[in-house]
């Protein structure tokens, strides 16, 4: 009986090792820690579809996905993009010109300054000025 207890207990430590070892292991299994290597450059720009993830189109104030169907309004579309920008690029700050460049859009970009300014704070004037929280 006493044998039996103490290999138990043995089997125990064995376990608790393993299992420690697991949840370690599980740490490194964080979708941050998983993302490949990449950087502004070299990542295409435009806006993803919520759908199928192919790229969507920008033309007269909406977005289209010629892969799904799906429509989504400017707004709604750049403010998504804006949260990927943001999660990819923690040190990049959120400008008009970065955001536009980054949801490969045409034509003005006053759409974009505006829909900044409708989310976000704008610190500093002109060219310099970027958005906050
Ligand atoms: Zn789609």
Redesign the pocket.
Known sequence: MKKLNNQRSHIGVKEKRIAEQLLGLHQHDNPHMRLPKYDYAGLRKGVV??????F?KHRSKKFF??????VEDTETAVMRSVDEYRFLFPDRKVTTKGIYEWCGMQGSSQKVRQILLNHFKRVGDGRSSYYVD
Request: glycine share 24%.
């Open positions: 579809c919520t759908g199928c993830q192919s969507m996905c010629s892969g799904c169907g799906i």
